[in-house]
């Protein structure tokens, strides 16, 4: 950034700024993340650089997202898939579509969810971009599971899961565990339990091990499980609440 910024060099320093940003997100330094992205957004404005100016408007909705800010990061990623239409940009409209799919989907508004996730799925499926679409599946996976559409879900999160292992994408190979085990109660609940209790012996990190047993805790009403969810979610959270 230093050198950009001795040389002048607009589009350098915009690049370097995107790079800062992503890098203090990572770290979870959100506050400077804005900064640099903030700084990134006014120099593609004036450069008319509207594939980096699209990417930095996906980027500060993500931040927006993680606060709960729900109506900024929905607005942020339209105007995201409003650039990237406009420049051709198929991959980044898919991504856009795959986050507001999300969002939509947790803020109960499931018609509009199903409609981008739909869209989503089948820009990434034409791209051959396989990390995204498996992440866009098991979002369908478990927004099927909400509307209680347990074929379509089983379909969903079979494909997501056979994506995800393919390409090693741990994350969504997780995810789509918990959703066969939460598919499988709709016929056999003690199937299910057992399924997740034998992820909890494979996954022994906290964030997982308290998505579990929350889990565990909605099938099998143990108090036990309840407890042991809240102190791990406490554990990772800095925030009072209540299941």
């Known amino acids: 950034l230093a050198i950009a910024e001795d040389l002048h060099d607009k589009k350098r320093m915009g690049m370097a700024m995107l790079n800062l940003g992503v890098a203090y997100r990572n770290l979870g330094d959100d506050q400077k993340a804005e900064e640099f992205y903030r700084r990134k957004l006014e120099i593609s404005q004036e450069l ?3 594939r980096g100016l699209g990417i930095v408007i996906g980027n500060i909705g993500a931040l927006h997202l993680s606060r709960g800010e729900y109506g900024q990061a929905i607005d942020c990623y339209s105007r ?45 499926r034409t791209l051959g971009v396989k990390y995204y679409l498996c992440t866009f599946l098991d979002t369908q996976a478990g927004l099927f599971l ?46 299910a339990i057992k ?7 494979t996954y022994p990190d906290d964030e997982n091990q308290a998505i579990l047993y929350y889990e565990l805790f909605k099938l099998t009403g143990d108090p036990r ?19």
């Open 225 to 243: 499980h309840k407890d042991r969810s809240v102190e791990l979610y406490r554990k990772l959270l800095p925030i009072q609440f209540e299941i």
């Open 195 to 201: 399924a997740l209790e034998a992820l909890a012996g």
């Open 48 to 50: 008319g650089d509207k």
């Open 146 to 191: 909400r509307l209680g559409r347990i074929a379509e879900a089983r379909d969903r999160n079979r494909e997501a899961l056979v994506i995800a292992e393919e390409i090693k994408n741990g994350e969504i190979v997780f995810k789509s565990r918990v959703n066969q085990a939460k598919i499988a109660a709709h016929d056999d609940r003690s199937a």
């Open 80 to 124: 995201r898939i409003e650039i990237a239409e406009e420049i051709g940009d198929r991959r980044g409209v898919g991504t856009a579509l795959g986050n507001l799919a999300a969002i939509f989907k947790d803020l109960g508004q499931y018609d509009r969810a199903l409609e981008a996730s739909n869209q989503a799925v089948q820009i990434m």
